[in-house]
């Protein structure tokens, strides 16, 4: 059987091919990522790590439905990883014993630069390729995470800047679509030391609504969700097009 070769080299990094898992609810423990490496993907971006554990609420997925179809999107409110740190740093080192070819990218957030720094260490220290700064998740609820700091240039930037002091691996800064120019936030990034960009996170949205009982689905006390595949495709493309007009016109 003819084999294509596929393989890359992205900063400095050696992929056996692009396809990669986004940070997510399916690159969430050893498990899940072991099962996306023996069906053949090139690596994951292990779900978000940090010092804290973040409050959760169940159920917290659900799906975007339109008319007469049944799923035009993933619809999820979770935060970052449900596992203790050390739990989670396990597995990223068991994961690069047991994967030594494939490539594991750490998301990673904090919730000020000595966290920040402290987290970027700990990662590399697992024999991680790569780390990916989630600036973006529209979950969080502090004025100093998630999305609310891939708006603000200035937290970008004194991240960024403790993130590689903390680490000497390659640095993505994954930017929100939450915003009217991503060009901004990414060039704040980039200014800091940030080897690449990461483009994008998911996209804020509003609960599902039950007409026949006039409640917010799923039965929770929140009202803000956000949107996966397939439905942020054309907002992906439309940012990296974005992204790469403003390179060019430098």
Known sequence: MFKKDLSIDFLGVHFENPFLLASSP???????????????????????????????????????????????????????????????????????????????????????????????????????????????????????MGSDVGQNTELIKKYCRAVKRGSKLPVLAKMTPNITRMDIPAKAAIDAGADGIAAINTIKSVTNLDLERFVGLPIINLSLIHISEPTRLLSISYAVFCLKKKKKKK
């Open 26 to 144: 399916v690159c969430n423990c050893y498990e899940m990522c072991k099962k996306s490496f023996d069906i053949g993907w090139g690596g994951v971006a292990f779900k978000t790590i940090s010092p804290f554990i973040a409050d959760e609420v169940s159920p917290r997925f659900d799906t975007l439905q339109k008319e007469n179809l049944n799923f035009v999107g993933f619809k999820n409110m979770e935060q970052i990883a449900e596992h203790p740190l050390e739990e989670n740093l396990e597995d990223l080192r068991r994961l690069k014993k047991d994967y030594p070819n494939k490539v594991v990218i750490v998301s990673i957030m904090g919730r000020d630069e000595k966290e920040w720094e402290y987290i970027a260490s700990l990662a590399e220290q697992t024999g991680a390729d790569m780390l990916e700064m989630n600036l973006s998740c529209p979950q969080m609820t502090n004025s100093e």
